[in-house]
């Protein structure tokens, strides 16, 4: 292969019309044939959910002094307190019983569908890589070593390098062109490595695969989306186009990537968590959802011909941010691909498929941003005509990672609001509150924690039980940091708490996301901007807690841990957003993941890479 190979390949234009929500496809497109419905997975996961809520807030309803001597205005705001208890305590359910199914499925060990592992490849794989902005060098770095890999595993003829481009500046497409040249003449002998450009960014992301798709779609059966910090071993890419071959009505297959690479004592949170409670988490998800997945938008299979036919977005009614462009388009490509007959299946166990975390909770937090306005924009798409009904459940889950911290944020406003409301002139706090069934509130607020926690302990148990701890740590190195990265979680609750609550504000006053280039390696310090961004907390946290004890000692005992957290807001920030702290954690083997401990070769190819021919 020369370097001089042209941009693109010729034009294979594949059609890929616009959907239309509101009118289910007449043709779905495939047969599925029979299908095995993980009925006993969804019972215990909704159902055990839908009991443990109904019960939970039937004991909340008992323990309030409703309906007795307090004002009428009081009482309609202790009922209202206790339909936000029963949303938040449904969504703490819900997380508890997909961990306790992904228990089960984890000691049942039940056969999956899989492919057999030897089998020849037969169709053409495109792995795309969508950027905007990106560091180059990484970037080319990284795909030089996924190409090595499957040239390692005999499978380079199957598969293309294609690089979509979306950057804005002439100097950042000067060095993505640079960049190519030195990928393409160092994969010559490998596998083709393709670069195109669009001139102008429509429909971002999502607008940049559809008109590849639309122009050289029929290239290829498959393709590997990859975001620009995805990292694919080529025995894992093998495995998904097994996947595919094996079974013609699958339409996309999702892997659940491992967070890696992370520096801040924040991305080392992260991906300590990812690895020691999210495999469990997965498992469950994966059970009850069945052939009804969903898609993360990268490290995922999918089938060209599935993806045009069905996953074409329509433009939404309406003005931005709830209207225009569909935002999160991944969770909509999968309900549409789905709609028209096609399995959504996810693999968890597959080892070999890494993303990086972002480096700091700011830079979390506008990702967020964006994800939120996506999902908010996911309620246009519920009534859409011939989804399935767990597609609708996708949406609704997408929506509560963020709605959760509002009405949580609501609940601890009511409460203070009720107190303060008693403290006056109608009666102390003391007198009004003796209604309140102490003992039985303790027990709630008890079983709430225990779920809310449950996730965590049964992945790190079935890490210990299991010895999954990565080489070296040993389990009470692993248990000392699952014990830190718990209290470090309880500190930023509160603070993501106001976060997410301000983005679903911004975005119901209409304010628009944009789109940026996510940071993806961290840039050193900036109080002034830590104070600007967390200083206001910080001085909320502050008052709030002198004020909840002169209305009430106890209840001032019971928001400590949200004062606390918010009162430390700046600090708190800053550790975790330290590479130091980070750093000298690593260096003591605590919040440790096994490619720390063994590192796979492909991350030592990349590394080696980017330093002898990538990096300028």
């Known amino acids: 292969m020369s370097a001089a190979l042209p941009n693109m390949p010729p034009l294979a234009p594949l059609a890929m019309p616009r959907q239309v929500l509101l009118q289910a496809p007449i043709d779905r497109g495939v047969n599925e044939g029979p299908r095995s419905i993980p009925h006993p997975a969804r019972w215990l996961t909704f ?51 997909t961990a306790v199914t992904g228990l089960f499925a984890v000691l049942s060990r039940p056969a999956r569908r899989r ?18 902005n990106e560091d180059t060098d990484r970037l080319f770095a990284t795909l030089a070593a996924m190409g090595e890999d499957l040239k ?28 190519i040249a030195r990928l393409r003449a160092y994969l010559s002998d490998t596998l083709p490595v393709w670069y195109r450009r669009r001139a102008k960014n429509t429909e971002r992301k999502a607008g940049n695969i559809r008109d590849f798709v639309q122009r050289w779609g029929r290239h290829y ?24 071959e094996a079974d013609p009505t699958v339409g996309i297959v999702q892997t659940l990537p491992r967070l890696c ?32 997945g969903n898609y993360w938008g990268h490290n995922a299979i ?50 070999g498929t890494w993303e990086e975390c972002p480096p700091t909770l700011w830079d979390a937090a506008v990702r967020d941003r964006r994800w939120a306005q996506g999902n908010v924009q996911h309620l246009a798409v519920l009534t859409a005509k011939g989804l399935r009904w767990p597609s609708r459940v996708h949406f609704l889950m997408g929506v509560m990672n963020y709605l959760a911290s509002l009405l949580w944020l609501a609940m601890l406003l009511l409460g203070v609001a009720v107190t303060a409301q008693l403290a006056g002139p109608e009666g102390s706090v003391a007198e009004v509150w003796s209604g309140v069934d102490a003992q039985r509130m303790m027990a709630v607020v008890l079983f709430s924690a225990v779920l809310l926690l449950l996730p965590k302990w049964l992945g790190a148990l079935l890490a210990v039980a299991n010895r999954r701890q990565p080489a070296g740590t040993g389990r009470v190195r692993f248990c000392v940091s699952a014990l830190l990265e718990l209290v470090v979680t309880v500190l930023l609750t509160p603070i993501l708490m106001i976060i997410h609550s301000r983005h679903l504000w911004e975005i119901a006053r209409g304010k628009d996301s944009g789109w940026s280039t996510q940071r993806r390696q961290h840039t050193g310090p900036h ?14 946290g502050a008052a709030l807690m002198p004020l909840l004890f002169w209305l009430s000692p106890s209840l001032m005992l019971w928001m400590l841990p949200i004062g606390l957290g918010l009162s430390l807001a700046v600090p708190i920030t800053a550790l975790v957003d330290s590479p130091a702290v980070g750093q000298w954690l690593k260096r003591h083997q605590y919040l440790i993941i096994p490619e720390e401990s063994a590192q796979p070769d492909i991350m030592r190819r990349r590394e080696t890479l980017l330093a002898r021919i990538f990096e300028r």
């Open 527 to 540: 109080w002034q901007r830590r104070l600007a961004r967390y200083g206001a907390l910080s001085l909320i």
């Open 47 to 97: 159902g055990g959910s839908l009991m443990m809520t109904l019960a939970a807030s039937h004991q909340m309803m008992l323990t309030l002094p409703l309906n007795e001597s307090l004002t009428p205005i009081v009482n309609a705001q202790l009922w209202l307190w206790v339909v936000l208890f029963a949303f938040t305590f449904q969504w703490i359910a819900l997380s508890a019983t």
């Open 302 to 351: 999918i089938r060209v011909t599935a993806f045009a036919q069905a996953a074409g977005l329509p433009t939404l009614a309406g003005p931005a941010p709830f209207g225009g462009e569909i935002r999160s388009h991944d969770f909509v490509e999968a309900a549409l691909i789905r709609r028209a007959g096609w399995t959504v299946r996810m693999l968890p166990d597959l080892n």
């Open 221 to 244: 059966d498959y393709m590997v989306v990859l975001d620009a910090d995805s990292l694919m071993s080529g025995q894992v890419l093998g495995t998904l186009v097994r996947e595919m």
């Open 261 to 292: 690479g992370g520096e801040t004592l924040y991305a080392r949170l992260q991906q300590f968590a990812g690895f020691a409670y999210g495999g469990v988490f997965a498992q469950g998800l994966c059970a009850w959802q069945g052939d009804d």
């Open 115 to 132: 492919a057999d592992p030897g089998a020849a490849l037969r169709g053409k794989t495109a792995l795309v890589m969508p950027i905007y």
């Open 152 to 179: 390692r595993e005999g499978l380079h003829r199957h598969f293309d390098i294609v690089v979509l481009s979306d950057s804005s500046t002439p100097a950042q497409c000067a060095s993505e062109r640079a960049a």
